[in-house]
């Protein structure tokens, strides 16, 4: 049983419903609890509509997006890396607004803030005209 896991998102949002069951599969086949493996889907999900659909990839072009997934002592890592524009999603996307009502807010704008709070490191390095996020969770 392989403790890594390389996924290829197409650059349609019909991919990440594979993409969460590859995910699930993985956390099931490692035995790490459902509760962390909810956020780790959580923070894929967002992560992966916002370079689908923002992004400035080529639409033809598969896989839009490679998605690692790997067990290291005491961690599960996650990391994202696509070659569209240059976009910091943890600097770049703008503030939620987390302070007005329901009805007074837009529609979306969180994701990236669910993804700060539930995401126990995260971090984004630009090289080699592609974008890497880097997410770390606890497994403790």
Known sequence: MSE???LEVGSDLKALATAAARVQDF????RI??????KVSLCLEELLTNIIRY?????ASTPCV?????LIPGELKVELLDS???FDPFTDAPPPDIDSGLAERPIG???VHLVKVLADHYEYHRASAQNRVTLRFSLG
């Open 109 to 111: 704008g969180l994701g």
């Open 4 to 6: 890594k896991l390389r």
């Open 55 to 59: 992004g400035d990839a080529d639409e």
């Open 84 to 86: 569209g524009g240059a």
């Open 27 to 30: 956390g099931d086949q490692h």
């Open 33 to 38: 609890e459902s509760a962390l493996m909810g």
């Open 66 to 70: 490679l998605v690692d997934l790997e």
